[in-house]
């Protein structure tokens, strides 16, 4: 991982779309990305932004050509224009809003189903300090406001489905930022676990876990794909599911942040 | 461009499958259908769709010329001159005013509220749009050269003449005209003052003019100051001093005051060009609604803004909360909005529009549109030039579907192909998609694309020009950025590019010039003249045009990606393929169309009111109501949907629609039971998925979920436990059956026992017909062989609806059949049979008539004698409790079991009971004909339904025709219905024992043995009858 080695490694190009609803926080995890930085007030993005980044592994170097859209649910027609031959992509949601996770499924579903077989996909739920206040054990508070979650560890998929859609209501009522996490952790991973894709929660705020989540994915990105992009070569890799064969976190998302959020800057050569 | 080739080719190849699958049969509705889900998609915003593809009226193009609201029509029009006279200016040398004998020939239009003119050939030289209500007086003037002309005064005291040509008849009648038109706005004249407190031209003369006073009276007045916009209190964007701003200031009051102010302006080169150098702070939220005519709208609904703003005060909606999340994100950078008043502002506009609107609401960009309109505006200017906007400027951009920003990214791309052929060419070659960089631009009419200095010079001029504007500049950005574009293969870097020459705008064109003057001109004035010289050929006749070519393209792309969209997002019933789901969605849609079209048909016919105030009160209040669930459908819209897809609802049947006349139909119940059940989160409306859902459970073929299902509808469901049912639900109950059964009562449809008998007795009449061939062959007689070959292509022709099957052929196809009588399709179709046996006069044929129906007198009989003894079982059955009663019985349906009970003696009201659903399950099982209805007839019915509405043809038309034919058949024999059930309900019970062997001991102690309760059962199902007819 050293960034300025001598030897010029090759570069790929991997397009990476990022979707999710409105204000979930998908300009600023590019812009954390990207230049280090947070805005509080981020205009919404108008169809979509581009911006590139350079990330560079041990082996190579993955340039990122990254497509930031609109999250508002009628811009959703104009996504396909968008995630058309896109290698990866980020689904983003809000860990705070209930329903922002319910738009994070049909994406990954939209995605499944119209875009480029073989897209490897990262869930990414953010804003985790929002809901830093309980650091030390957000899971096992979580589990006291979810009781049932213990115990259901069968794949009892509609239960969670009601479970956010009683969430959603709930939270309509009340408008205002609510720094409750309202999507557990265990949701997510769940989710995550069901389709294949890469998992973390971040926060583009403080800057947590965010560059995990481009690494992981420029990690899976296969080799042969720089030759040309866009033409069904990563349909073959096998890749996907097993997303901690880099060593990075998907069981916890917790475990990965200690790690690596410490010196994560030396990975990427901005 | 790849993205909508993407679309076209999906619809496309949509529309082949569905030809595939009619095999050659065109259906011509099926193109129209996209139109009309993607119109229903874009709800009210298919008003701004229409007006592409609407032929226009006279009064609609009045309206769009000049920008009019739609109250007004065109009444008169007369060629005419005008001269006009200035009040000299009250301060400063006395300029000589424009010379009173300079005229301008031209047009002169008259409404209900505006006297317009316009001059010929070149609409810029002079042009006026006067308010009626600011004239003060009009005289007639002695004139010798023309016919007619009159002077017309100015409530500030500018004075135009008049002059008319044309036959002395027209100038009368527009003279006459006029007059009328002054009359009625008589008492609107008070209106004004309010209004012209608002603008500050009028403040600024007035406050001229009062200084002026006041150095010879020393009487000081005070004028309020009008409200401005946030620019104001929080600094206008950008340095004054390099925008000119005082000089652009001064030039603005002269011409005010030459060429009159605000409503009364006239427009000539000079108004033109001093809007394109670039508005002054102060006046350029005012010149912004004059030049876009959003001023009239206010002007013509005074008030309605704060008015919305109060009725809605503590709504919530899902608009409001989307407007929430953006009101923080809204030009950010500008100081205003880090403040509460900035964002208070902008909340109070957008959530009024977004109620105002709602079809519309809230779409992101407007948060951007609206912030730079209130830098500049009060919220009621802003207000008011949001409708224009989004009604007139951007139509269909912010809608839901967001059709118009896609119809104008493709207008755009194919300017580029025409104007810049070689840099199309580039970028499509290399792939890249022009309306990914574009899109933006036009959104949120390039703010935040370019600085805001810039970004509002070009909004200047949109204001002014329209929608061709964007275009233009559009076209000169890639025209300046030509050469480097050509260098570039991927989107990405297109929109890089792009973004650093925005970045640049106030740099030097031509920075290595030797040439000083050349040296000085910025980028973003070349822009403009770009703009605005070599694309000053796009026209906004060219672009109405090009938007009527795309257009279909695109409703079709939208229409293609929601359809995929909300099925792939509907929680995937068990019983409905795709295809299936597909058909279902198309109903749906067409179901909610037709009401809303409905709906909008009788708000077309209340008449229109003088007090426009009410009007607009009652048709917003209509608005919501409707399209708050414009994806929805109410209960009678529900009925006509289901009745495409099941047989047992009569589509004739007055009063399964008419609100009035419910309730005394055997339906009623039961679809309002049905209704309420897929309306999970009750809520009065059904969505797709509730529909789909609910017919998921209608088409389960799982008898006991089928069964469950039904019992379900009946049974108040606490806590996800079935209650029982007591005796009136049972009664309810059997009126379901009653209700559900109609069809295969009434011989319109054939289930299952009746498909094998008839199969048999086809194996039968097969076998005599190849007797009778061999006979005919030995005979010779090749006439009658002739017609009973003809007879018999008939009847297999339409035995399916689909192939002609010979005689000879029919032994191949006979396994097929047999497989597919267990099938649904050809239940029913069978029937045509009857029809065309009929008419044939072959000996066997009559007798096969009869057998078959005889067929179809079972088959009524035995669903009769299925609900009865329904009915019969379930009170045998029935376990006394009293709680249960208490519990299900509201007092209204204690007052009706009542007066049921006092009629039937079987229902003792001193023994109430009830049965639960393993009860309910037991009897239908009990009963072979209920048990196939459950688990075949009724679900396969409305499978197959669903199935055949895929070809319009056999979905359509086929069942009603025969339907028809059959009815005779079947008149007799329903009203005969009881008798036979009787009879053969006895010898089906007699064999229902035999077969199911039920134990007798099981809570029936009356029957000691068979014959006892052969007359026990005739008792009990004569008093059924009774009740039946009861009911
Ligand atoms: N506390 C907190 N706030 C965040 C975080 N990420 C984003 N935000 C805030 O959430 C708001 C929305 O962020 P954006 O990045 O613009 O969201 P987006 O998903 O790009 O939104 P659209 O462009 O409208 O789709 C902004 O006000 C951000 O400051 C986070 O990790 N923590
Ligand atoms: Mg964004």
């Known amino acids: ?105 049909h994406w990954v579903n939209e995605l499944k189903a119209q875009a480029s077989p073989g897209i490897i996909i990262a869930l990414v739920g953010n804003k985790l300090d929002l809901v830093e206040e309980d650091t030390n054990n957000t899971s096992s508070s979580n589990d006291a406001d979810h009781e049932d979650d213990e115990t259901e560890h069968s794949d009892n998929v509609e239960d969670t489905t009601n479970a956010i859609t009683e969430d959603a209501s709930d939270s309509d009522s009340d408008v205002e930022t609510q720094s409750a996490r309202c999507v557990a952790l265990q949701e997510g991973e769940k989710l995550a676990a069901e389709e294949g894709l890469l998992f973390f929660e971040t926060s583009a705020k403080t800057g947590l876990n965010v560059r995990d989540v481009f690494l992981a994915i420029a990690n899976k990105i296969p080799d042969e794909a720089s030759k040309r992009r866009g033409n069904g070569l990563l349909a073959g890799s096998g890749h996907n599911g097993d997303s901690d064969a880099n060593g990075l976190p998907n069981h916890d998302g917790r475990i990965s942040l200690d790690a690596s959020n410490a010196n994560g800057t030396g990975a990427c050569a901005c | 461009m790849p993205f909508f080739e993407v679309l076209k080719n999906r619809a496309q190849s949509q529309i082949n499958a569905l030809l595939d699958k009619n095999s050659g049969n065109v259906n011509p509705a099926g193109q129209n259908n996209n139109h009309i889900h993607a119109q229903l998609l874009s709800g009210a915003e298919s008003s701004g769709f229409n007006n592409y593809k609407r032929t226009l009226t006279k009064d609609d193009k009045f309206r769009e010329q000049f920008n009019l609201a739609d109250d007004q029509t065109l009444i008169a029009d007369i060629n005419a001159e005008i001269g006009f006279v200035t009040a000299p200016l009250p301060d400063g040398p006395n300029k000589p005013s424009v010379d009173q004998q300079v005229l301008y020939s031209g047009k002169l239009f008259l409404s209900e509220s505006y006297l317009i003119f316009i001059s010929a050939n070149e609409p810029r030289v002079c042009s006026f749009t006067l308010p009626l209500l600011t004239i003060k007086r009009v005289e007639r003037l002695p004139s010798k050269a023309y016919v007619f002309a009159l002077s017309i005064q100015i409530y500030h005291g500018l004075t135009y003449s008049i002059q008319f040509i044309g036959l002395k008849s027209t100038c009368d009648r527009f003279c006459a005209a006029l007059k009328n038109q002054l009359k009625s706005n008589l008492p609107l004249i008070k209106t004004m003052k309010p209004f012209l407190n608002t603008l500050y031209s009028e403040y600024l003369i007035n406050m001229i003019e009062l200084k002026h006073h006041d150095s010879t009276s020393a009487q000081p007045t005070t004028i309020e100051t009008p409200v401005a916009g946030l620019g104001q209190i929080f600094k206008y964007p950008g340095d004054a001093r390099k925008l000119r701003d005082k000089s652009k200031m001064r030039l603005w009051l002269e011409y005010l005051q030459t060429h009159g102010r605000n409503l009364t302006i006239i427009k000539q080169a000079t108004f033109y060009k001093l809007i394109r150098v670039g508005l002054p702070n102060r006046l350029r939220g005012e010149l912004w609604e004059l030049s876009s005519g959003s001023m009239y709208l206010r002007l013509s609904n005074q008030g309605e803004y704060d008015r919305i703003l109060q009725e809605n005060k503590d709504k919530h909606s899902y608009a409001i909360e989307e407007i929430e999340k953006d009101l923080n994100r809204s030009l950010p950078e500008y100081p205003a909005y880090q403040s509460s008043e900035g964002i208070e502002r902008l909340r109070r506009v957008l959530t009024v529009y977004s109620w105002k609107n709602p079809d519309v609401g809230y779409c992101q960009a407007m948060n951007i549109v609206v912030a730079a309109l209130l830098i500049y505006m009060s919220e009621e200017q802003a207000f008011w030039c949001l409708n224009n906007l989004c009604d007139r400027l951007l139509p269909g951009y912010y809608s839901r579907t967001m059709y118009g920003t896609l119809l104008d990214q493709k207008v755009f791309e194919s300017l580029v192909e025409k104007t810049m052929p070689i840099l199309w060419n580039h970028l499509d070659k290399n792939d890249v998609q022009l309306s990914v960089v574009s899109l933006p631009w036009f959104l949120s009419i390039f703010v935040n694309s370019m600085p805001l200095v810039y970004a509002f010079r070009i909004v200047d001029i949109f204001f002014l020009e329209g929608p061709k504007t964007l275009f233009q500049v559009a076209l000169a950005v890639l025209r300046i950025n030509g050469e480097e574009l050509l260098e570039i293969s991927d989107d990405g870097a297109v929109i890089s590019v792009l973004k650093n020459y925005f970045l640049t705008l106030d740099l030097s064109a031509h920075p290595k010039s030797p040439n000083e003057s050349l040296r000085s001109i910025t980028r973003f004035q070349e822009l403009m003249v770009v703009a605005f010289k070599e694309f000053s050929g796009i026209s906004e006749e060219m672009i109405v045009e090009l938007r009527a070519k795309h257009q279909d393209k695109i409703l079709e792309g939208i229409e293609t990606f929601a359809k995929r969209n909300q099925i792939r997002s509907l929680l995937k019933p068990k019983n409905f393929t795709s295809e299936q789901l597909s058909i279902v969605y198309d109903k749906f849609y067409e179901a909610v169309l037709s009401t809303r079209e409905l709906d909008y048909q009788l708000d077309q016919k209340i008449p229109l009111k003088k007090d426009t105030h009410h009007n607009r009160e009652k048709s917003d209040s209509d608005a919501v109501s409707t399209t708050a669930h414009h994806s929805e459908m109410d209960e009678i819209t529900f009925y006509k949907f289901l009745s495409t897809l099941a047989d047992w609802i009569d589509i004739n049947d007055p009063s399964l629609f008419e609100p009035s006349a419910r309730g005394d139909s055997d339906g009623d119940d039961f679809l309002s039971r049905l209704f309420h059940n897929f309306d999970t989160e009750k809520t009065g409306y059904l969505s797709l998925q509730n529909v789909v859902d609910g017919l998921d459970k209608l088409v389960e073929t799982d008898l006991l979920s089928s069964i469950n299902h039904f019992f379900e509808l009946y049974s108040p469901c606490v806590e996800g436990k079935l209650h029982k049912v007591n005796r009136d639900t049972i009664l309810r109950m059997s009126e379901g059956l009653l209700f559900l059964t109609k069809p295969w009562r009434e011989g319109e449809k054939l289930d299952t026992i009746s498909m094998e008998q008839l199969e048999d007795l086809d194996q039968k009449r097969l076998q005599q017909l190849s007797l009778m061939e061999s006979f005919e062959e030995q005979n010779n007689d090749s006439l009658d062989n002739e017609d009973i070959i003809g007879h018999d292509d008939i009847l297999f022709d339409d035995n399916d609806g689909k192939s002609i099957k010979s005689v000879k052929s029919y032994k191949s196809t006979k396994s097929a059949q047999t497989s597919s009588s267990i099938s649904p399709q050809p239940s029913g179709s069978r029937s045509k049979q009857v029809n065309s046996n009929t008419n044939a006069d072959g000996k066997p044929s009559a007798d096969f008539k009869r057998d078959e129906e005889n067929i179809l007198h079972e088959q009524s009989a035995r669903y009769l004698s299925a609900v009865s003894s329904f009915i019969q079982r379930c009170f045998e059955y029935a376990t006394p409790e009293k709680e249960e009663v208490l519990i299900d019985l509201s007092d209204s349906n204690e007052d009706k079991e009542q007066e049921i009970c006092n009629n039937n003696v079987a229902l003792d009201p001193s023994h109430p009971l009830s049965i639960d659903l393993a009860t309910f399950r037991m009897v239908i099982l009990a009963d072979e004909t209920l048990e196939m209805f459950f688990s075949k007839s009724l679900p396969l019915s409305m499978l197959a339904n669903l199935n055949n509405s895929r070809q319009g043809l056999l979905g359509i038309d086929n069942p009603t025709r025969f339907k028809n034919t059959l009815k005779d058949v079947f008149d007799g024999l329903v009203t005969d219905g009881m008798r036979v059930a009787n009879e053969v309900k006895r010898r089906i019970d007699d064999g229902a024992k035999n077969t199911k062997g039920r134990s007798s001991s099981q809570g029936n102690n009356n029957h000691g043995d068979d014959d006892d309760e052969k007359v026990v059962d005739e008792d009990v199902s004569q008093k059924d009858r009774d009740l039946l007819e009861d009911l």
């Open chain 1, 1 to 105: 991982m050293d960034s300025q080695s001598t030897a010029p490694r090759p570069t790929t190009s991997v397009k990476l779309v990022l979707l999710g609803e409105a204000a979930v926080g998908k300009s600023s995890l590019v812009l954390r990305f990207v230049s280090n930085e947070f805005q509080e007030n981020k205009e919404p993005t108008i169809g979509a932004a581009f911006l590139t980044q350079k990330c560079s592994l041990a082996n190579k170097t993955i340039k990122f050509e990254i497509w930031d859209t609109a999250g508002q649910e009628r811009f959703a027609s104009l996504a396909p224009m968008y995630y058309r031959n896109a290698q990866s992509a980020l689904v983003v949601y809000d860990i705070t809003k209930p329903n922002s996770f319910i738009k994070a499924r």
